[in-house]
């Protein structure tokens, strides 16, 4: 264990044991509900916001070891999490495949986009892709989060899944403002060309989110962000195969390591409209946005898929306190007699209180179901 004050993590303060996250997050039924919050690590904490300074881009931040080491384990010294995700992004292993990208402070993403089936030969795959030299730094930073938490919380790494990762690479910026206009016409024009990266990116995904594990990840969270604006003939062409394809890359490597799925709410995915076929990628977990009520997805889905979720990020920002602690306990109490993972139903805002993130970490962990 490092002792050097700049890590030393005060783990005494912390006065819970290990909770079974892993358990609760293979569909296990648990003593007491693991809890973090997406998107944790960031803007929100004054902590975050201050070393902003010392580290002006978000590409030094979070690939300067000692940079998101810190960054990762501020909401664990903060609020006692459960849960220490990789401070990180889906984005990070891009340059390793031969895609340099740039993130504004404001949060613009800017990424030479691929169009042609020349672009993609240059794009690296099977056999040019070696996760395990892309990001040393994560390497580190993972098994540094190891040793920092000891047993006090479980730590989490996570990747992009192939569709919200090609939205990028084919936009060269968010698809989010145009409707993902490039990725659509690609869709129609040249499907090959889009099955083309995402075979790519699916193979060089599942071998990343494996160096992860080998590197001390104990979870391994998949975001597919944006595939919840595909109509479902759509999704089930573009999104769902290459989803399986990179589950099935973990769990042949690393079976017994849980794989949490998350999409955010859009067009065709809110209202749980996919969630019967995020349940079958063959993940142990389902974590649930904000649109769906807790209790009615659980009475839908089979026993042993653990759940992840749901407190609307926007009642934990705006509040007040009472309301938070009614709603987490609604959805601890729906959730307390299968896995699950207590968390928000999308990122934490950028503007909620510190306060109201340490109350819900406490609401929780205080929590025993009836
Ligand atoms: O929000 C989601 O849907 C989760 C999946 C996702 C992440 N990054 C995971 C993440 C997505 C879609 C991205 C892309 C991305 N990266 C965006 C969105 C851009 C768009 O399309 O509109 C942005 C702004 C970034 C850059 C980025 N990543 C910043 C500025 C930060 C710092 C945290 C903050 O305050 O927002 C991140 C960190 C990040 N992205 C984490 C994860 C899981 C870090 C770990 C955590 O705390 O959860």
């Known amino acids: 264990m490092s002792t050097s004050p700049r890590h030393r993590c005060d783990v005494a303060a912390i006065e819970h044991e290990t909770v079974p996250f892993t358990q609760a997050a293979r569909g296990e039924k648990v003593e007491r509900t693991p809890v973090w919050m997406m ?35 501020q909401p664990f010294r903060a609020y006692g999490v459960d849960g220490v995700i990789l401070f990180s992004d ?8 031969g895609v340099e990208f740039q993130i504004s402070e404001g949060g613009a993403i800017s990424i030479p986009p691929i169009r042609t089936e020349a672009d993609l030969a240059k ?33 989490l790494g996570f990747v992009g899944l192939p569709f919200t990762l090609a939205s990028y690479l084919v936009e060269g910026k968010t698809g989010t403002t145009s409707g993902f206009a490039e990725v659509k016409k690609m869709r129609e024009e040249n499907p090959e060309l889009l099955h083309g990266i995402l075979s790519k990116l699916a193979d ?19 975001f597919d962000s944006w595939a919840g604006h595909l109509p479902k003939d759509q999704y089930e062409t573009f999104a769902m195969p ?35 076929l995020l349940a079958t990628t063959g993940v142990n977990c389902v974590s649930l946005d904000y649109t769906v009520d807790f ?33 987490t306990e609604k959805i601890l109490q729906a959730g307390a007699h ?13 503007d909620t209180p510190e306060p109201h993130a340490k109350f819900f970490v406490d609401t929780v962990q205080g929590f025993r179901a009836k």
């Open 39 to 73: 998107r944790q690590a960031g803007r929100h904490m004054k902590v975050y916001r201050d070393l902003v300074a010392k580290y002006p881009t978000f590409r030094e931040r979070s690939e300067i070891p000692e940079a998101a080491l810190e960054i990762s384990l």
């Open 90 to 97: 889906i984005l990070t292993p891009l340059p390793a495949m």
């Open 123 to 155: 794009f690296k795959g099977k056999g040019e892709f070696d996760a395990t030299t892309a990001c040393p730094f994560v390497g580190e930073v993972l098994g540094k989060l190891r040793e920092e938490v000891g047993n006090k919380a479980t730590v």
């Open 204 to 222: 060089n995904i599942g071998d990343y989110a494996c160096y992860q594990v080998d590197q001390g990840a104990q979870v391994i969270q998949v």
């Open 242 to 276: 290459y989803q399986k394809r990179v589950v099935e890359a973990i769990k042949a490597k690393h079976p017994t390591t849980p794989v949490i799925i998350y999409m955010a709410p859009d067009i065709h995915s809110k209202d749980g409209q996919f969630l019967d």
């Open 295 to 327: 209790a009615d997805v659980r009475a839908k889905m089979p026993d042993h898929l653990a759940l992840q979720g749901n407190l609307d990020p926007k009642l934990l920002r705006d509040g007040p306190l009472d309301k938070i602690k009614e709603e």
């Open 338 to 350: 299968n896995g699950h993972v207590m968390n928000l139903g999308h990122g934490i805002e950028a």
